[in-house]
């Protein structure tokens, strides 16, 4: 999980480093677009995500002896799709508001899809350490 503890923090870099960028150099721009908006929900899902990432990549993947936990495979699959939805969405948001490329917007709830099955594998993952 030292992966995704790793990738969590950079995507976190990304997020504030977008966030800032959006909220000052591309500003004017994007409200001229009408866009604004949509560049910050993509900030907010893809900061919120990369957070959530950390704390599920902070979990551990076995018990004192080594052997596996219940529903560890189920973290590391939504920490994947958490990446696969931050990509996905939040990067359809940026590139239709900062560049303009609005044929993208089928690929805004692919992203959406992904991050909602890794909050269904948080959800069951912790279900399996608690019946164990």
């Known amino acids: 999980m030292s992966f995704y503890w790793f990738i969590s923090g950079l995507l976190g870099l990304i997020a504030v480093g977008l966030g800032a960028f959006g909220a000052h150099a591309l500003k004017p721009m994007l409200l001229e677009r009408g866009l ?4 910050h929900t993509g900030v907010l899902y893809h900061l919120v995500h990369a957070v959530a990432m950390l704390a599920v990549s902070l979990q551990p993947a076995t018990d004192t002896a080594g052997a596996p936990l ?3 495979r189920l973290l590391r699959t939504a920490c994947t799709c958490w990446l696969v939805g931050i990509i996905l969405f939040s990067g ?13 917007w089928p690929v805004t709830p692919l992203g959406g899809g992904a991050l909602l099955i890794g909050w269904a594998c948080v959800m069951l993952g912790g279900w399996k350490r608690t019946t164990r």
């Open 70 to 72: 219940p529903g560890a």
């Open 92 to 104: 359809s948001l940026y590139l239709m508001a900062g560049l303009g490329w609005s044929r993208l």
């Open 36 to 39: 604004l908006e949509a560049w």
